[in-house]
Every structure is written in structure tokens, then in C-alpha cells.
């Protein structure tokens, strides 16, 4: 009975450190190439987070949004970034949800006159997470 007490123990202490630092790294992601790259405009490091199949889908200023990730990449590219525009730029973490390879996180980016709530898809490919899916609603000022 000990042994199953301390084997059980082991494995979600275990489990834990190991969603911790899927969520670290997920996190960094976030921070270092999304915000950064949206902000700078950036389409090699977007492009560098993203899964070459990922899909985007959502509306902004009321009207539906889907692209595939070359036409977000190909849009970020040809506008002025939010950093060469002089306007405010805000992304935020809201949260991280780690099951195993698959991951979401909730972040919030201000830019423009745009105010969005986004869900990020990622999974964990050859040992590097990938956003897979982007999900937008522009709520308004």
C-alpha cells in the first residue's frame, strides 16, 4: 500500500511539474513571438509559431473572419504594424489550459480600434507547440 501511495504521489507531482512547464513554455510563446510579432508586424516569427495548416476564424467589426494562415500572414505583412502606427498595443495572457499535447489559451489584444478576445489552439508536434487554430470576436471599445 505505501509503494501504490508513493508511485501515485511520484506520478502527479510528476504530471504537475510537467503541465508547469508546458504552460512556461506556452506562455513564452506568447509573449516573445505572438504579441511581438503581431505588434512588430513580424510575419517570419508569426509564421515560426504556427502550424502551416492553421486556420482562423472569428469576426472583427461585426463582420465574419476566416483566413487561411498564408492570408493572415500575407494581411499582417502589407498593414502598417501597430508598432509603426504609433497607436496603443496591448496583449495579455488570460489563461492557459494544458491536456496532455493539446493546449488553449485565452489572451486579450487591443490594437487599432480593435478590442479582441481570442482562443489559441496549440499541440505539441515533434516536441514544439504550435498554434493550430486562432478564434477572434472584436468586442468594441
Do not use: C
Not at 496532455?100 to 490594437?111: E, P, Q, W, Y
Amino acid at each position: 500500500m505505501k509503494f501504490f501511495l508513493f508511485t501515485s504521489l511520484i506520478f502527479i507531482t510528476m504530471t504537475s511539474f510537467a503541465h508547469q512547464t508546458d504552460s512556461a513554455d506556452i506562455t513564452r510563446i506568447l509573449n516573445d513571438a505572438y504579441f511581438k510579432g503581431i505588434y512588430e508586424g513580424d510575419v517570419n516569427l508569426l509564421g515560426s509559431i504556427f502550424y502551416s495548416g492553421a486556420l482562423l476564424f472569428g469576426d472583427a467589426a461585426g463582420k465574419p473572419y476566416f483566413k487561411t494562415l498564408a492570408q493572415y500572414l500575407d494581411g499582417v505583412g502589407h498593414r502598417q504594424s501597430p508598432k509603426d502606427s504609433g497607436k496603443p498595443f496591448k496583449g495579455e495572457i488570460l489563461s492557459i489550459e494544458v491536456i496532455n499535447s493539446i493546449a488553449v489559451a485565452k489572451v486579450h489584444v487591443r490594437m487599432y480600434d480593435f478590442n479582441y478576445y481570442e482562443l489559441l489552439s496549440f499541440h505539441k508536434l515533434d516536441g514544439k507547440w504550435v498554434i493550430v487554430n486562432k478564434m477572434i470576436s472584436d468586442v468594441g471599445q
